[in-house]
């Protein structure tokens, strides 16, 4: 049975499958070049026996001896891209092909050539010469030498590949973000609902009270009329750079679960924890407001309007905390970052946007940070955010 993926499914996956033909392109380009080169390894090794047995036959031929030397000198005028040097046991130079010869004669670039040749390639021993084991030196040809920095020049392809496909998803993570300021009307409608519910629900009061108002009802109502005014505050500090003022947290805090607390449902209960000492951070507070809205209410959703939340507000020497918790149904672990896209939502209504914004607000206009701390389904799931002091 085949589920349909929504977009971030869809974008993971195509990142995994990048990775895995990328990973596949170097595998296999690594394993096939390294057969390629342990070929002409050996093949270079068995020309240079070659060479070195041509070279001794027309070293140690008599006068009289009846030896066609027309193949050997072939043989060693064919080897034009290995570097040979041929010695005695003692080290005396006997031959030398395709190195500076300019320097042939200077002992010390010999013995260092040789040196390099031994570090790349056991030499060989083929057969004596006056009494002594002729010993050949050689380094890989410069074919060989480019054959084993192929795959390094394609690790590189590789990455400008990869980079050009991390740059193609960045593209698209902006587009994604513009989303945000196009649902933004749908947003703002979304916020509304609320405190125009409860007008209209504190208007329904008045009528069954033949039209008379008593304290706590217009005092209600006066909350939600500033609520509104407070809404389209906010709206109108997105996109431009907010007003910073050294505040208590926990005063905010008080303020919004204390708004909040008696239109969500009875059966959800609230606790604010404050463990610091008079610490003040730098917030917006109608921005910041709109940040535990938006966690309360989600958390208020994924209790299904029962069960509990905590925020606790604790503090180091730098950095404020605030924790809010509740006993929800929880988050996946795969998904403690996916839930901060625009546009992801578990929920069959809504935009996905509502903790965009939050991270939004935290990380651009306070220059905090917030992610899921924790997440136990039915126990514990807490959102941390960190304010500097």
């Known amino acids: 049975m085949f589920m349909t993926l929504n977009k971030y499914q869809v974008k993971s996956l195509v990142k995994f499958m990048l990775l895995i033909v990328a990973l596949s392109i170097v595998a296999v380009s690594l394993l096939y070049t390294d057969n390629l080169a342990k070929q002409l390894k050996e093949e270079e090794r068995a020309k240079v026996a070659l060479w070195a047995e041509a070279t001794r036959l027309i070293a140690t031929m008599e006068e009289d001896d009846d030896f066609d030397v027309t193949y050997a000198l072939s043989v060693i005028k064919a080897n034009n891209t290995i570097p040979v040097i041929v010695t005695l046991q003692d080290g005396t130079v006997i031959a ?60 590189v392809i590789i990455a400008v590949f990869l980079l050009v496909s991390y740059y193609a998803f960045s593209y698209s993570k902006r587009s994604e973000q513009n989303q945000v300021w196009v649902g933004m009307s749908k947003e703002t409608a979304h916020q509304l609902g609320t405190p125009i519910s409860s007008l209209m629900a504190w208007m329904d009061v008045i009528e069954a009270q033949d039209g008379q108002m008593n304290e706590e009802v217009r005092q209600e109502i006066q909350n939600d009329i500033k609520r509104l005014e407070l809404i389209t505050e906010r709206f109108s500090k997105i996109g431009s750079e907010p007003v910073l003022s050294p505040v208590k947290l926990t005063e905010v805090v008080d303020e919004t679960v204390g708004y909040l607390s008696k239109r969500l449902s009875s059966k959800i209960s609230f606790d604010v924890v404050d463990q610091t000492v008079d610490s003040t951070v730098h917030l917006n507070v109608p921005l910041f407001a709109w940040v535990l809205e938006n ?54 209504r809504g935009w996905g946007l509502g903790l965009s914004l939050v991270k939004r607000i935290v990380e651009n206009y306070h220059n905090g940070t917030i992610h899921v701390k924790e997440s136990n389904p039915g126990v514990k799931t807490t959102f941390r955010i960190t304010l500097k002091k």
């Open 96 to 155: 030398s092909r395709n190195i500076d010869s300019s320097q042939e004669s200077n002992p010390s670039y010999i013995n260092q050539t040789i040196k390099q040749m031994k570090e790349s390639n056991d030499p060989i021993i083929a057969g004596l010469y006056e009494d002594q084991n002729i010993v050949i030196y050689y380094e890989n040809s410069i074919l060989f030498t480019k054959l084993k920095l192929y795959p390094y020049v394609q690790l």
């Open 295 to 348: 966690l309360t209410k989600n958390a208020a959703d994924a209790m299904s309007g029962e069960g509990a939340m905590r925020y606790e507000i604790s503090e180091t020497d730098r950095n404020v905390f605030l924790e809010v918790s509740d006993t929800g149904k929880g988050i996946p672990s795969g998904r403690f970052k996916t839930i901060f896209e625009p546009g992801f939502t578990t929920k069959k």
